[in-house]
């Protein structure tokens, strides 16, 4: 008998990986088509805990056509046999109806959007048992559930927040950091290194930056910097929800959801990811820390927000607005971002010629 085989693209690979390592427990598997629309309709899986984002393996109409359900495939990726999956369900889904469910929108201008758009039309669900991990080229930056766990429990640490981001480290982040290190015993900065859309910072460039940050400016005993190899969805909300589940399952005790936390553009409201995590939050067993968006105000003259700085009102002019997207455009012109945006050190840091995905 020979045992059918599935070849995996590299996202693929991640999340089957993600799935192994628990990251994304309660899920053991890709989503069969129950589980799929549970999450989809009701951001619950079938036996109730909660998930937000659909987990799927696409694959052509052709391959599925050749699967028989209950059987046992094999996983391959790169052309190395990397584990087994058990086929629990083949299933279609009308892809405008689902991105509209997820992402809010079935505009193709999304990257989210775009992204589910351009998978395979056929999807497979059930068990998945990866016997060995391929090495990339950002793995070296990951530490597993099982490891951060440890790390954890040695240090001692009763309370860790999670810190989620796409981007290298700007003054807006490191004021959130400061304000949780006084709260909270311990850091897990933990940046998105999977796929992105162009544009992004390259995964080295963040890395390298956080590097720089905890390595100068930060009680090295505090913060643990460990990379999450999935891929940015830009749900918004549901994201952010899914963001505060994986960091649990990684043993954080707390999440910051910041501003439009895993938003793109204008889809999404300023603080509606704080608004649904926030509804969730006791059943996905880990705090929300919330905080308004930073930004830094010349009368002040520091990172502050609306909660103590009253100048966005009063003069709005004297209010510059701290982000990702911003210190891209500078970078990108050629222009070297002022300092109390983003550290002159991690700038020396993060510069270099491919520091954009392109």
């Known amino acids: 008998y020979n045992m059918k085989e599935i070849s995996l693209n590299r996202n693929q690979y991640l999340e089957a990986e993600k799935i192994s390592l628990g990251a994304y427990y309660p899920l053991s598997g890709f989503m069969t088509e ?7 309709e009701n951001l619950i899986l079938p036996d109730g805990s909660i998930f937000s984002i659909p987990i799927f393996l696409d694959i052509s109409q052709e391959k599925a056509h050749t699967l028989i359900t209950n059987s046992t495939v094999k996983l391959k990726y790169e052309n ?22 997820i992402f809010g929108t079935t505009d193709k201008d999304h990257p989210g959007v775009a992204a589910f758009y351009e998978t395979n039309d056929m999807f497979i669900g059930g068990k998945v048992k990866i016997r060995r991990r391929i090495p990339l080229d950002i793995s070296q930056y990951e530490l597993t559930p099982v490891q951060t766990k440890a790390i954890f429990k040695n240090r001692k640490w009763k309370s860790v927040v999670a810190f989620h981001t796409r981007n290298a480290p700007h003054c807006a982040h490191e004021w959130l950091q400061r304000k949780v290190l006084e709260l909270y015993d311990g850091l897990f900065i933990q940046p998105i290194l999977g796929r992105k859309k162009p544009g992004d910072f390259n995964p080295k460039v963040v890395i390298e930056g956080y590097k720089t940050l905890i390595s100068e400016f930060y009680p090295k ?6 990379a999450l190899t999935t891929c940015g969805r830009y749900a918004g909300p549901r994201e952010a929800v ?10 954080c005790t707390h999440i910051i959801i910041g501003r439009d936390h895993a938003g793109v553009k204008n889809y999404y409201g300023k603080y509606d990811s704080q608004n649904l995590c926030a509804e969730f939050e006791d059943a996905l067993g880990i705090k929300i820390v919330k905080y308004k968006e930073p930004f830094y105000c010349r009368i002040c003259n520091k990172i502050t927000t609306e909660t103590t700085c009253s100048h966005s009102s009063t003069n709005p002019d004297a209010i510059e607005e701290v982000s990702g997207t911003k210190i891209r455009s500078l970078l990108e012109k050629g222009e070297r971002p002022p300092a109390y945006i983003i550290r002159p050190e991690v700038i020396d840091a993060i510069y270099s010629d491919d520091m954009f995905v392109k």
């Open 34 to 40: 129950k589980e799929f629309y549970s999450v989809i």
């Open 80 to 101: 190395e046999e990397i584990g087994v999956m058990t086929i629990s369900s083949v299933y279609l889904c009308n892809k405008k109806e689902i991105a509209k469910k």
């Open 221 to 226: 005993n505090r913060v643990v910097l460990s």
């Open 242 to 251: 899914f963001h505060a589940l994986v960091r649990r399952n990684y043993g």
